[in-house]
Every structure is written in C-alpha cells, then in structure tokens.
C-alpha cells in the first residue's frame, strides 16, 4: 500500500533547476569554461562540488585548480545561486505540486523532502512549501548523492515508511537511479532517459494526479 511521496525540489517542486543552470553558466563564463544546457542535463540531481568537476572535466581542466581552489569558485556559484533564489515566492511553486501536496495530506499519506541542495529549507520557506512536508532530507548530512539511493532511504526512515511503499519523483537521471536503487515507485517529470527508466515518465508536474498516481503504483506492486 502507498504510504508516502517524497519529492526532488530542485526542478520537481519549483523550477529552480533553471537557476542552478543560470548560476553555473556565470561562473563558466567568467573562467571560460564552455557550458551549456545539454552539459547542464548531467548536473541535475548532483552536488555542488561534482557539478564543478563535471563541468571542469568536460573541459579537460580537472586539474587546473587546487580542491580550496575549487570550494572557493564553487561557492561563487552558490552565491550567484542565492542571488537568483531571493526573487522566489510562492507563485514560483510547479503547477499541480500544492494541489497534490494537499489531497495526499488529507489522504493521510506522509510527505518528504530528498533534496541534495544545501539551500533547500530556504528555498521551501520562500515558496511557502515547508508546512506540507513531514521531513526534509538534511543534504549536510547525506554523504553520497544521487544516484546513490542514500537520501531516499534517509527519508523513508524519517518518516517511519518502508521504501517499497513510497513514490518519488525527480527530474533528473540521477535521481531516478536513487529511487530505484532505493526500492521505491520512480515517476519521472521531463526526465531526459539516459539509464534506468521510471516506472512513469511524465511531461509536467501538471500530471502529478493523486489518482493517477495510486493507481500506476498499485499496477507495478
Ligand atoms: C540539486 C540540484 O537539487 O542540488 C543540483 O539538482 C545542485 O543542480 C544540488 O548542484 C546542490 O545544490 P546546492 O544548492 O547545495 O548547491
Ligand atoms: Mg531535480
């Protein structure tokens, strides 16, 4: 039986995946990195500091700057990220998520957060999100980020949920991967598929149906 969803926030409950593009592209630009959103599909889901080797990898500069080097220009990027994130308000919430959200409360299934962004309570806040979860992951204390199904379990054990009766839903292959490899229903939004596949593929969080939902998970189960 479904118990709980636990949700992806950058790119699933608002579209700040667009952002943490912006932000990388300014530090790129200002190193003469290239950088673009093909580049961009591969850092979704992962952590600050991957995301930089990614993109210095991509450059074949790996080795061009020291670690303190790389968490002094990766913090750049947060802070180029903060900049964007401070114009963020409720109506900058993904349609169908608050509507969800609130059916699948009253229905009395849990909620969670399993997000591997460090800014994630503050990006909540400003959407006005945080009353709706039960939990939400603390990505400082995560040590392996997606795909490893690390944060997801995390959050089923918060909430007291085994992972084969929970949904997740992300927007990036990484994520997909966690859920999966967590044990857990896997819906994708707009995910661009280059492993594993969800167990649903969605074009828009305007799908996100309760029903539509329960039933595909009942279908797999
Ligand atoms: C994920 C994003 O949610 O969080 C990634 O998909 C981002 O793009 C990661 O790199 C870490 O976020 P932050 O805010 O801690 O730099
Ligand atoms: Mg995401």
Known sequence: ?????????????????????????????ELGLAFDRVQNEALKGVGRLDSFEIILKNNGK??????????????????????????????????GITELLTEARKMGLKTAVASVSRNAPEVLERLELTKYFDTVADAAKVKNSKPDPEIFLTCAEQLGVAPKACIGIEDSQAGIEGILSAGMFAVGINVTVTGRTPDLCLCSTEELKLDYLIKSFKVKR
């Open 1 to 29: 039986m479904l118990k709980a969803l636990i949700f992806d926030l950058d790119g699933v409950l608002t579209d700040t995946a667009e952002l943490h593009y912006l932000a990388w592209k300014r530090l790129s630009d």
């Open 62 to 95: 790996n080795d061009a700057y020291t670690q303190p080097e790389k968490e002094k220009l990766a913090t750049r990027k947060n802070e180029y990220y903060k900049e964007l994130i401070k114009t963020l308000t409720k109506d900058d919430v993904l349609s």
